[in-house]
């Protein structure tokens, strides 16, 4: 890590990234600190050890995107759109 930037490792898929990236902007204009976007695919490593999450637990990942709603809420981060219950 370079002196005043935060390496940000995240996943395009994660639900729980897109609470820290819809926060990252207006923390750099905060404090002055840079992020580096660092990233990764963590789907390929879960089917690695033969682990995708969700994919046969409904109520699991029905409690996960009710969840990701009421932490985004009082972050004024926009509504997600889930296409599945």
Known sequence: MAAGHIDF???MGSTYSYLSV????????LTGIRFRWR???????LEEMKHVPFADKPTKRSYMWRDIQRRAAPLCAPPIVVGYS
Not at 22 to 29: G, N, Y
Request: aromatic share 16%.
């Open 9 to 11: 490792w995240f996943t």
């Open 39 to 45: 990233p990764f695919h963590l789907l390929v490593i």
């Open 22 to 29: 819809m926060r990252l902007v207006q923390m750099e204009r």
